[in-house]
């Protein structure tokens, strides 16, 4: 069993501590302590990074994990510990004194969502950037909603209350009448209560700043429906919170400036830059077909005719489904047609429906006998590709193996 100094004293950058039991699979170790200042991944908040040194060696804490026993795992430099030693402990405290700080703003938050709008914090979880709690919430929520909440929080933390924590065997009554949230029956004595007076108490086992004014700022960065009456929503605190407005600003004013119109709001000029491009898309496809329609007589003059079926062959520059969207439309428009179409790495053979007596299917097949490669299709559309020889060589292949198949 750890003794777990964080929940006495949050504020313990260092200690000492004895190892209880380890493992070392090369350099990496998990060392169980007799007691800890590192805080185990748990309750939304991740687990807390830093160092442990002992005699002649040190480990790089990566993940800390357990309940009763808890279990620091990381990258041992040095030579190998043993049960039983002493080792100082170092907390990267940059690192937990933001989690505290993002963790209090969540109960602070989660406080005011429940006070104006009777919604309840089902989930949480802090994140490298962010965090993002789930709540109840019927109905649709707005950025006014938001705002709101907002406004509230921030004034709860700029009054600096107390963030007091209490331990209790059992709960007196009147207490567990306060509580935001029902306690769990898998949480066993001591019970820890952590209260904001006047503003929040809950049972929690995490870490917290001691007073509101430590979580510095509470912005809501985004927030969507996740399903039926649950909503998730993001937020950050603290310097995380300005690092992410930042960040996010720097990318609104960079797109805005890239914006051949450089006016506010962005919103506008990605719609006006939206609606030209449908424009320019309607365009293209005129052209294309003004295109088609010049390439389509260019082939027919050049079309040889076998039993009054016309055979267009030609080598094309086309990505495949350019070229394929131009079979289709050449054989629609053109009765009695069969067409040819051989690309850098591909073939196309289609035919009008009206035509019979020969598959494209079968001609790919007798194609692909002299060529190699693969494909397949249908009776009136049949693709192959990774042939041996170039595409001239497996147009002229084409046009033979059709005339026979037409001759038969
Ligand atoms: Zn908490």
Redesign the pocket.
Known sequence: MTIKLFYEDAYLKEAKAKIESLEIKGNRVKLNLDRTIFYPEG?G?PSDRGIIRGDRFEIRVEKVYGKDEIWHEGTLKGRKPKAGEEVELKLDWKWRYENMKQ??G??ILSAVLKDLYDSNTTGFQIFENYNKIEIDFDGKLTWEHILKAEIKANEIVRRDLPVEIEFYNELPEDLRNQLRKDLSDKVKPPIRI?RIPGVDV?P?????VKSTGEVGFIKIMNFYKKSKNIWRIEFVCGNRALRYLDELLEDYWRSLDEMPNKNRPLVERVRELKSEIEKLEEEKKALRLELWEWKARALLSEAEEIGGIKIVGTVEELDMKDAQAFVVYLVDKNPNMIALVVGKNYVIFAKNRGVEGVSMRELLREVLKETSGGGGGSEVLAKGGGFKVGPEKVLEIAKEKLKQLLQV
Do not use: L
């Open positions: 309750g908040q963790h209090t969540q109960h952590v809950i929690c086992g995490g870490t917290h």
